[in-house]
C-alpha cells in the first residue's frame, strides 16, 4: 500500500529501487532538449505539457508504482499530483530532480 501523505521520494530511494530491480516506471516529464542533454537510464519521457493526451501510455503501467522526475521537481510534483487524480494513486515524485540526482547519486549526469 502506497504511503498517500508523503508524494515525494529521495533521489536515494529511487536508486535503491533501481538497484533492487523494483518494478516501477520512472517518468522523465522534461522537454526532449532537457532529456536529450541529460537522463537517467530506463526513464520514460512524457513532457508534462504532453501528459494529459499521453496518460492512456500509462495505463500499462498502472499495477505499478509511478515515479515522476523534472529538472529541480517542480513539473514532476505537479505531474504526481494530476496522475494521482487521474487514479494513479502509487504516483510520486523525486524530491530535488534530476539535479540531485546528479548531486548524490551519479555525477557522470550532467548538470544543466
Known sequence: MPDTQSIEVGVQEVKRMLDAGEKFLLLDVRQPKEYDTARIPGAMLVPLSELPKRVEELRAHAGQPIITHCHKGGRSLQAAQWLRSQGFTDTRSMAGGI?????????????Y
Request: hydrophobic share 30%; charged share 45%; proline share 15%.
Open 99 to 111: 539535479e540531485e540526482w546528479s548531486l548524490k547519486i551519479d555525477p557522470k549526469v550532467p548538470r
